[in-house]
């Protein structure tokens, strides 16, 4: 008997972070589908599916041709610079995405690369497998100050780890052209000012949305504006930093380290030649994994199932809906927060 179930194509990447969710799918179909753009739109062809849940893949051209006007792109995940909504809304489609599922897992490996940073744990680990024994000493996050640039959730995670469990001082820095917050829980103070923020921080921590206005915000001007006992963290997007303005300064030691997991170019490639952050001594790296746990993993999956189930039911009011004008009678939305 044929399944009466819609079918869903999950990309093969996401597939195998969350198989038991799509499998156990209630009245949904998902079935494995290929990562390359063309390739899934081939498969898209073959099958009779209206809903695609995506990854960080740039999706750019034939996705939005393949799917059926109404269809859904799911991603999973919360950041969506990957996925094209103009070209989207003009086919009919509905993008989706699931926010706050992933705000602990990134906000720990945030924190968890900052600890690295404060403790010299990749290079005396090094050692260990060399046989070399040299106790390098560090320093306690007790006491230290740390920037949070982008005060949306997977930030204020982070406020609260970096304030209740290691009794750090937390800054944060708001939208440069609204009025900051008030307050905020475990905050010491918010301001929208860059500078003031970050001004005599042991560590920049940060978790801005991927907007065009943001591409390349921490450029030569800002990181001057950091100390040279600073390290930078970014677990938000790779976009963000220009990386050849950043490995001069890591060179010139103008910064004391940086510690990414998101990069301009993903799997990581130099922004240029000669500019290979994993040359330097005083960088630690990690190839996207901040979200990658497997409690968040099922929730980002679950959480793109119900967006899909919801489109089914055309329940669109209650759809984490990225391109609510798509739906007739609904005006554009604006570009996406500066900061979050």
């Not at 301001?191 to 915000?217: I, K, W």
Request: overall charge negative.
């Amino acid at each position: 008997m044929a399944d009466s179930r819609p079918t869903v194509l999950v990309t093969e990447s996401e597939y195998r972070k969350a198989e038991p969710s799509f499998v156990s799918a209630a009245g949904l179909a998902c079935l494995r589908a290929p990562d390359d753009e063309a390739d899934l739109a081939a498969a898209l062809r073959e099958t009779p599916a209206a809903f695609v849940i995506v990854g960080p893949r740039p999706y750019t051209g034939p996705l939005y041709d393949a799917l059926p006007q109404g269809g859904v792109i799911a991603r999973f995940g919360v950041g969506h610079d990957n996925i094209d909504k103009r070209k989207a809304t003009a086919a009919g489609l509905l993008c989706t995405n699931t926010p706050g599922v992933l705000n602990q897992s990134v906000a720990e490996h945030t924190m968890l690369l900052v600890a690295a940073a404060a403790r010299p744990l990749l290079s005396t680990s090094a050692n260990m497998t060399r046989h070399v024994w040299d106790p390098a000493p560090g320093v306690e996050l007790q006491g230290m100050k740390l920037a949070i640039v982008g005060c949306g959730g997977i930030g204020r995670a982070v406020a609260r780890i970096a304030a209740l469990g290691y009794g750090m001082h937390v800054v944060g820095c708001s939208r440069p052209d609204m009025a900051p917050p008030v307050a905020l829980d475990h905050f010491e103070a918010i301001t929208n000012d860059f500078a003031t923020a970050v001004g005599q921080a042991d560590f920049v921590s940060l978790h801005m949305t991927a907007s065009r206005e943001n591409v390349h915000f921490i450029n030569r001007e800002r990181l001057s504006q950091l100390g040279e006992r600073t390290w930078l963290i970014n677990t938000a997007r790779g976009s963000i930093v220009d990386e050849i303005a950043l490995f001069a300064a890591l060179s010139d030691r103008r910064l004391a380290g940086a510690a990414l997991d998101v990069f301009e170019r993903e799997p990581y490639a130099p922004a240029e030649a000669g500019g290979d952050l994993r040359s330097l001594p005083n960088v630690i790296l990690t190839p996207h994994i901040g979200s990658n746990t497997a409690a968040a993993n099922r929730r980002m999956a679950e959480r793109a199932l119900q967006n899909v189930a919801f489109a089914e039911a055309r329940a669109f009011a209650q759809m984490d809906l990225l391109n609510p004008e798509v739906l007739p009678g609904t005006p554009s939305e604006p570009e996406p927060d500066l900061l979050q």
